[in-house]
């Protein structure tokens, strides 16, 4: 049960636009839309950002966008502002009623 | 308001044993899914272990089958991992987390360290 694959750190400066990739395999990205995107600040507990691929929380700021194609999801931040520093996390089903998560993303607003 | 608190992390030496509890508030415990998931110190997220809303279903990644049970009680708005055999690596940050639908783990608590270590 290995992690989905994400770039180890992204960066943009504020008011740009970032997307961070998670590529999986037809086992577990590619089979279902049951892809979730989490944000986590140091010391802090992870927080749901984006459920079902593409889907917002109530509360969830509109500048993040999930989408998906073929095995890889991605989580599109537009306008970037500085709070959005984070560690961000992509996980999916992987059928057999197990869950996968990816290896984490580290953005940083210059 | 939502929250989430585990408890019952610390110190134990391999082969030891540890039981996790989460006491759920501020919202309807017993119509949601609820999971385990582990952090090690500076890696990332990783599934443990989810129990269905009735504890009908559930399920372990591998890396824990046959040694955690995860169970519930709906009436004490609580969630259990019991840990067995432990190993030097669930050594991590484990937190609870609730979901009506997996994977949406909408509602986190701030995590118990466990360490096992001699």
């Known amino acids: 049960q290995s992690a989905l694959t994400q770039p180890a750190s992204v960066s943009g400066s504020p008011g740009q636009s970032i997307t961070i990739s998670c590529t999986g395999t037809s086992s577990d990205v590619g089979s279902y839309n049951l892809v979730s995107w989490y944000q986590q600040h140091p010391g802090k507990a992870p927080k749901l950002m984006i459920y079902?691929?593409?889907k917002r929380p109530s509360g969830v700021s509109n500048r993040f966008s999930g989408s998906k194609s073929g095995n890889t999801a991605s989580l599109t931040i537009s306008g970037l502002q500085a709070e959005d520093e984070a560690d961000y996390y992509c996980c999916s089903y992987a059928g057999s009623s197990t869950f996968r998560f990816g290896g984490g993303t580290k953005l940083t607003v210059l | 308001q939502v929250q989430l608190v585990e408890s019952g992390g610390g110190l134990v030496k391999p082969g030891g044993s540890l039981r996790l509890s989460c006491a759920a508030s501020?919202?309807?415990?017993?119509?949601?899914?609820m999971s385990w998931i582990r952090q090690a110190p500076g890696k990332g997220l990783e599934w443990v272990s989810y129990?269905?809303?009735?504890?009908?279903?559930?399920n372990y990644a591998d890396s824990v089958k046959g040694r955690f049970t995860i169970s519930r009680d709906n009436a004490k708005n609580s969630l259990y991992l019991q840990m067995n055999s432990l190993r030097a690596e669930d050594t991590a940050v484990y937190y609870c987390?609730?979901?009506?639908?997996?994977?949406?783990?909408?509602?986190w608590g701030q995590g118990t360290l466990v360490t096992v270590s001699s």
């Open positions: 987390a609730s979901a009506r639908k997996l994977p949406e783990f909408d509602y």
């Open positions: 501020g919202f309807t415990f017993s119509d949601y899914y």
């Open positions: 129990i269905s809303s009735s504890s009908s279903y559930t």
């Open positions: 079902e691929v593409s």
